[in-house]
């Protein structure tokens, strides 16, 4: 419950358990043209959660099973060092709302990987955003989708991420959505300066925007097993993006985001193959061999494959336009060693 206090600011009176969830995401277009400023992607976001449980407390103790034990808010552990980065800066926003912050108990739960292997479907997006929300919530605040993608760029961006913050728009809206990138060093450079008051004030230049497909068309992921180190595939392929790729990458968003819109076969087929062809001419690093399998496997098929995200491993996705020929690149899957991760309508 809370209460106002007389001179203005916001008490807290009473503690419960608050249970959050954020899932994860995946890239069906425009990965690595995003993280140049005023690009494109379309953006997935996937079922898998993770969740977090937080109630006030005595003191700050926070706990995540991906390490499996605790540690204070104080604590200099590197483990814990995204979760607590972003505490302290949603701690310094909610005061700055009159929020009169308290010491609280987290257990975050849900390692977007299994034995010891990552999904590769957004992990450090998710866990970011399950803790502003998180937070917002034992505080009772009313937090905007807006508010929680700028507060999560704004500790990945401290943290040095290199990423677009593309999985941050589309976990923060949990939606499939359209994702126009802005100039994080431009933001960084301001970060410097700047309250975070400042920051979050200022028009960033990103663009997000919902998309909807009107046709019940499956969406399947596949895990290669295999996983990549985004950040280290942005460092290896960023040098190969040029101006040529650039725009070629924006008009194959662009026909994709309507073709999606109208439920259109043809556009969404052409699009992601165009998509995916033009991921393999960007660097061979990109195609793994199981994520090769993983496309080649749809061929003859009524369904559509690439790889997704920064590639090397982890993840490849499949839109499929006919249920029997699921059923089909399933099979051819499963004797390849690829695992259906996940599957939904688009």
């Given at each position: ?31 690595y ?10 953006i ?35 483990n ?13 926003y ?11 108990d ?41 508010e ?180 089909k ?18």
């Amino acid at each position: 419950m809370i209460k106002k206090k007389e001179n203005g600011e916001t008490e807290i009176k009473e503690s419960k358990t608050n249970i959050v969830k954020t899932g994860g995401k995946l890239y069906i277009a425009g990965e690595y043209s995003v993280l140049t400023p005023n690009q494109s992607a379309i953006i997935k976001n996937i079922d898998i959660f993770m969740q977090a449980e937080i109630k006030f407390s005595e003191k700050y103790s926070i706990y995540s099973d991906m390490y499996d034990y605790s540690v204070t808010l104080e604590e200099d552990d590197e483990n814990y060092s995204l979760i607590r980065e972003t505490v302290k800066t949603v701690n310094k926003y909610l005061q700055l709302k009159k929020v009169d912050v308290k010491p609280f108990d987290m257990k975050i739960t849900g390692k977007m990987e299994r034995n010891g292997k990552k999904y590769g479907i957004g992990s450090s997006g998710s866990v970011t955003v399950l803790t502003v929300k998180a937070m917002s919530k034992l505080y009772n605040y009313e937090i905007s989708s807006e508010e929680i993608f700028k507060l999560s760029s704004y500790v990945l961006l401290k943290k040095g991420d290199n990423g677009s913050m593309g999985d941050i728009a589309c976990i923060s809206y949990e939606n499939l959505v359209i994702y126009t990138s802005f100039d994080r060093n431009l933001i960084k450079e301001k970060m410097k300066n700047s309250s975070l008051s400042e920051i979050m004030n200022l028009e960033w230049g990103y663009k997000i925007e919902k998309i909807h497909c009107p046709e019940k068309l499956e969406f399947l992921v596949g895990w290669t097993g295999i996983p990549s180190i985004s950040g280290k595939m942005i460092v290896e392929v960023k040098n190969s993006i040029n101006k040529e790729f650039l725009e070629k990458s924006e008009e194959i968003v662009r026909n994709l985001k309507n073709g999606i819109e109208q439920g259109n076969k043809k556009i969404i087929s052409e699009n992601v193959e165009e998509n995916s062809k033009l991921l393999k001419m960007l660097h061979e690093k990109i195609y793994s061999r199981k994520l090769l399998e993983l496309v080649e496997s749809a061929e003859g098929l009524d369904i559509c494959a690439k790889s997704s995200g920064a590639g090397g491993g982890d993840c490849g996705i499949a839109i499929s336009f006919n249920r029997n020929d699921t059923e089909k690149l399933l099979e051819r899957w499963e004797s390849r060693g690829i695992e259906l991760l996940y599957k939904s309508e688009l």
